[in-house]
Each structure stands twice: as structure tokens, then as C-alpha cells.
């Protein structure tokens, strides 16, 4: 399961996020398009490869004519509610709006849609938050956590004065969001849509066991000395190899079989390590299935929510088992210019060599891009990704 991991030991700011989204591959090309596609026609992108204390960063700068007037929140919704975005991006950004509406409105004493954004802040915000959490959707994770977050020290100024960090409505949303005390950045490290973006996108702290596969660095506009002002993303994917797990079942009779295969990919994406189903003979004769997951204990109660979600069932079983896995890691074999293959490699014991597994998903999206039977790009995949393992021996 591939994962992003927001590392905001600096802050997040929509900027920052959006830069560290272009480091990790997104491309700039998406963001340029992204002003006119939104309808916010005149609108400046500009990226630069920079750096935060040596270490390499991507910075966005958007420049943003005049604008006749600022925008309140309730119209920001409404442009979001016409975007040409897919649904999974503009309900999470109608959230993150929403959101910001209750904290500035609940800050400044008024409704939530007629908190007022200055012109240039407003367009800024649309896509910081639209662009942020649709390039998330383009880095194709299927979760996105978080590690604590800084928040910065000292004041902050703002248009009636000055403020304590966290300013007030960022500090309302981040309620619920795991703060990290002390560190170096003096003034606002995380920001009200920094703050709101990792509200929508993440699921918390990321799960026990992981492995790293990149990092991108997004800048943020100031460059102080004495810390690097840059939001981190980490891509990883989830570790399989969890000793302890729980075992989560129910048998169900009152389900029809075609939703059997949603409610398994509904339990994978939450966080399951492995389901699977049978039938079996249940009370009075009635025919029924069991489903049974296989989850880390800290998604336990996570896949259990999702599984009184999806299916039918009134009542789970729960128990904690103890189970031994081969290590493993994963390549990627590259089987045409635009098509690749992640291929899992399992460690077999007392060095006997390696098991390749080509990722099943992969291999159904490689056989349509090149109009090949499954079978015949699965056993490509495995034979190239057999010469990869055997070439990094040498």
C-alpha cells in the first residue's frame, strides 16, 4: 500500500505543499495549466528550483493581478462546487473551505460563508487548496498521514494587530491535529489552509511499520539561516510485515454476492493487510459467506468501521494473532517508455534467493496500455524484474 506522509517539523503552508508535491514528480506542467483551468484567467505561476539550508526545494509563487474586490467564503465554495476537478478533490476541497469559513467566522463573530478573504489572499487559497489536494490525487497514493506539526513561536502580524501563534483560527483548525512543541521557526510556521489541507488529507498519525521510497521538499517564501523553512513529503509504503495483527470476521447472509468484491477493496483501503472471503452454511439453511481481514492493531478499529460501512453485518469477531512474513521490498521494471510494473521481491530464508511478484493492479493497467493479455505482461514483468534483482548482486 503506497502512503504519503506530511513531515511538517517546519509548518505547512498550501505553497509549501504544492512545491514538495513537484519535487516528488507531479508535473509542473499540471500546475502551469491549473490558474486557467479554474477560471481564474491573468494568474502567474512561477517555480523555482531553490534551496532550504542546502538541501534541494521546489518554491511556488503564484503572481495574482488586482483584483475588484476580495471574495467571501461562500462564493470561494460555489467557484469550487463548478471546477473541472474529479469528485474525490472537490468534496475534500469544499471541506477544507467549509472548515476555514467555521474558524474565521467563529474568530471573528460572523456566519461562516460571509467570512470575507482579501482579493489577493481569496484566489491564492483556491489554489493552494484545490492544486494541493488534486496533486495528491496525481501522486496516486492510497493514504496520506501525518507526522506532528509545527506551528512556530512568537507573534504574529496581523490586520488588527498583533497575534499569538498559533493565530486563532489556525489554532481552531488544528484542533484534533497533533502538535510538535518547541523547535526553531520564530513567528507562523503552519498557516489557516496549511492547516485545513491537512484536516482533508490526513488520516492521522502514519501506521507503526513503514518503508521510505522518496522525499520531496516544498520551500517556503523565507529563508531563514538557522533551520530549513521546507515542508517535507514522504512517500512510503505500508510495512507488511507486522508480527502482531487482528483477525476481524463476520459471516453474512443477508448481503447479494456482487458487493462482495467493493466491501474487499473498501477493507484494503482502509487499511487491511490481506481479506478474503468463502461461503458457508449458515443458520436455517440460509446460504452466507465469511469475510475475514488480516490488520495491524493500530487499524483495527479503522477496518472494523469500515466493514459495518460496507456490508451488512450486525456483529465482528476480533482476535490477536502472531504471524511471520519474509522480508520483502519492491521494484519497479519499466516495460515501455510510459508503463511500469512494481514487482514485489520476497527474501527467501537461509539465502536462497529472491520470489518476484509483479503487483496484480499494475499488471491489469500495463496490459491495457499495450494491448497485451495480462498473463504475458505479468511473466515480462517477473523476467525483467528477476535480471533487475540478479544485476544489483553483482
Known amino acids: 500500500m503506497r502512503i504519503a506522509i506530511f513531515d511538517p517539523s517546519a509548518g505547512v503552508s498550501g505553497d509549501m505543499t504544492l512545491g514538495a508535491l513537484l519535487s516528488l514528480g507531479v508535473p509542473a506542467s499540471w500546475l502551469e495549466q491549473l490558474p486557467a483551468r479554474l477560471g481564474l484567467a491573468g494568474v502567474g505561476v512561477t517555480i523555482r528550483d531553490t534551496?532550504?539550508?542546502?538541501?534541494?526545494?521546489?518554491?511556488?509563487?503564484?503572481?495574482?493581478?488586482?483584483?475588484?474586490?476580495?471574495?467571501?467564503?461562500?462564493e470561494l465554495v460555489r467557484l469550487v462546487e463548478r471546477c473541472p476537478v474529479s469528485d474525490?478533490?472537490?468534496?475534500?476541497?469544499?471541506?477544507?473551505?467549509?472548515?476555514?469559513?467555521?474558524?474565521?467566522?467563529?474568530?471573528?463573530?460572523?456566519?461562516?460563508?460571509?467570512?470575507?478573504?482579501?482579493?489577493v489572499g481569496a484566489v491564492d487559497a483556491v489554489?493552494?487548496?484545490?492544486?494541493?489536494?488534486?496533486?495528491f490525487e496525481r501522486l496516486g497514493v492510497e493514504a496520506i498521514y501525518n507526522l506532528p506539526v509545527a506551528v512556530g513561536n512568537g507573534w504574529v502580524e496581523a490586520e488588527h494587530g498583533r497575534l499569538p501563534v498559533p493565530a486563532p483560527a489556525t489554532a481552531l483548525l488544528l484542533e484534533g491535529v497533533e502538535i510538535a512543541s518547541g523547535g526553531p521557526v520564530e513567528g507562523e510556521a503552519t498557516t489557516p489552509?496549511?492547516?485545513?489541507?491537512?484536516?482533508?488529507?490526513?488520516?492521522?498519525?502514519?501506521?507503526?511499520?513503514?518503508?521510505?521510497?522518496?522525499?520531496?521538499?516544498?520551500?517556503?517564501?523565507?529563508?531563514?539561516?538557522?533551520?530549513?523553512?521546507?515542508?517535507?513529503?514522504?512517500?512510503?509504503?505500508?510495512?507488511?510485515?507486522?508480527?502482531?495483527?487482528?483477525?476481524i470476521a463476520s459471516d453474512v447472509d443477508d448481503m447479494s454476492p456482487e458487493y462482495?468484491?467493493?466491501l474487499r477493496q473498501a477493507l484494503t483501503t482502509a487499511g487491511a493487510l490481506d481479506v478474503q472471503t468463502w461461503p458457508v452454511q449458515m443458520k436455517k439453511g440460509r446460504a452466507g459467506f465469511r469475510i475475514e481481514a488480516v490488520v495491524s492493531e493500530e487499524l483495527a478499529d479503522t477496518v472494523t468501521a469500515a466493514l459495518f460501512r460496507h456490508s451488512t453485518t450486525a456483529g465482528v469477531r476480533r482476535w490477536v494473532a502472531e504471524r511471520?512474513?519474509?522480508?520483502?521490498?519492491?521494484?519497479?521494471?519499466?516495460?515501455?517508455p510510459e508503463v511500469s510494473v512494481r514487482v514485489k521481491v520476497l527474501e527467501q530464508p537461509d539465502a536462497e534467493g529472491v520470489r518476484v511478484k509483479p503487483e496484480y493492479e499494475d499488471?491489469?493497467?500495463?496490459?491495457?496500455?499495450?494491448?497485451?493479455?495480462?498473463?504475458?505482461v505479468a511473466r515480462a514483468a517477473q523476467r525483467d524484474a528477476e535480471a533487475l534483482v540478479s544485476k544489483s548482486k553483482e
Not at 532550504?52 to 521546489?58: M, N, S
Not at 475534500?92 to 463573530?109: D, K, M, T, W, Y
Not at 498519525?205 to 530549513?228: E, F, I, M, N, T
Open 324 to 336: 511471520a512474513t519474509l522480508p520483502r521490498r519492491q521494484v519497479t521494471v519499466q516495460l515501455a
Open 193 to 247: 489552509t496549511g492547516a485545513a489541507l491537512l484536516r482533508v488529507l490526513s488520516a492521522g498519525a502514519p501506521p507503526a511499520r513503514w518503508r521510505l521510497v522518496r522525499s520531496g521538499w516544498g520551500a517556503g517564501q523565507r529563508d531563514p539561516k538557522h533551520y530549513a523553512n521546507a515542508l517535507r513529503l514522504l512517500v512510503a509504503e505500508q510495512a507488511a510485515e507486522v508480527a502482531r495483527v487482528v483477525l
Open 51 to 74: 534551496r532550504r539550508c542546502g538541501v534541494a526545494a521546489k518554491q511556488v509563487e503564484f503572481s495574482i493581478p488586482p483584483q475588484p474586490h476580495g471574495r467571501h467564503v461562500g
Open 260 to 262: 462482495v468484491e467493493p
Open 88 to 119: 474525490w478533490v472537490k468534496q475534500r476541497a469544499l471541506r477544507a473551505f467549509r472548515l476555514i469559513g467555521e474558524a474565521e467566522g467563529q474568530v471573528h463573530g460572523v456566519a461562516p460563508e460571509e467570512v470575507h478573504l482579501h482579493e
Open 127 to 135: 489554489l493552494d487548496v484545490v492544486g494541493a489536494i488534486e496533486g
Open 363 to 376: 499488471v491489469l493497467a500495463a496490459a491495457q496500455a499495450l494491448g497485451r493479455p495480462p498473463l504475458e
